[in-house]
């Protein structure tokens, strides 16, 4: 693996780890063993090295959120709380400090409304899918509204985890825990001929959720 990309996999792991704001350019060196200079040639600040990781980010968005081979109605849903979870749990250190980070990079800031205007606009088209194969019955004028509202839950989840225990380390159970309130939000609106499928579909996230670390 080239330098510029084990400082780009190594900033992820330690951001991961310890927060954003903790970790320095020298730690990130000193972790992979090279000196700072070595770490300057390829990236001048830390600012560059996040920029690098939200380029992976944004193309996670486009290929976890991008069309699939399963078009029934449950591959569909399963797609998308599955690439919400991948996506939560590997730049997790994102979305923890996502105000912070980019209020201090006003271009990522611009890439990162971008990005999730995307992201609601296939999580609509996901829901008229839905809804045409009868699986939901939430009305078209709420479309917009019930994305916003998943988008909220998944862009504040993180943090929303933080708050409830600062000393403790997110888990992946915790992020699953996220999918569940997804699915919460669902609930309401399944139609009863899809109900069966969606509870296999619960139960299979609970139960992911409520898996020891």
């Known amino acids: 693996m080239k330098t510029k990309d084990r400082i780009i996999q190594a900033s992820c792991e330690l951001f991961n780890q310890h927060g954003e704001r903790a970790v320095t350019t020298n730690h990130i060196a000193a972790h992979l063993g090279i000196s700072p200079g070595n770490l300057y040639y390829h990236f001048r600040n830390k600012e560059q090295i996040i920029r690098a990781l939200f380029a992976q980010y944004e193309s996670y968005l486009e290929e976890a959120y991008g069309p699939g081979e399963d078009d029934t109605p449950f591959g569909i849903m ?10 939560m749990w590997r ?16 271009e990522l800031h ?14 609509t088209d996901n829901l008229r899918a839905l ?11 709420y479309h917009l ?8 839950v998944v862009t504040f989840w993180i943090s929303h985890l933080y708050t409830q225990a600062l000393d403790e380390p997110i888990t992946e159970q915790g992020v699953y825990q996220g999918v569940l309130q997804i699915l919460a939000l669902f609930h309401g609106y399944i139609a009863p001929k899809a109900r069966p ?3 296999r579909l619960v139960a299979h996230y609970r139960a992911l959720a409520d898996t020891p670390a």
């Not at 730049?91 to 006003?106: G, K, N």
């Not at 611009?110 to 999580?123: I, N, S």
């Not at 045409?132 to 009305?139: K, P, S």
Request: hydrophobic fraction near 40%; avoid cysteine.
């Open 131 to 141: 809804k045409a194969q009868g699986v939901m019955t939430i009305d078209e004028q």
């Open 78 to 87: 399963k797609r998308y709380l599955d690439g919400m979870f991948q996506g």
């Open 145 to 152: 509204e019930f994305a916003e509202g998943i988008k909220m």
């Open 91 to 106: 730049f997790r250190f994102l979305y923890a400090s996502l105000p912070e980070i980019l209020a201090r990079d006003p």
């Open 197 to 199: 499928d969606f509870e």
């Open 110 to 123: 611009r890439r990162y409304l971008m990005a999730h205007e995307r992201v609601l606009r296939t999580a």
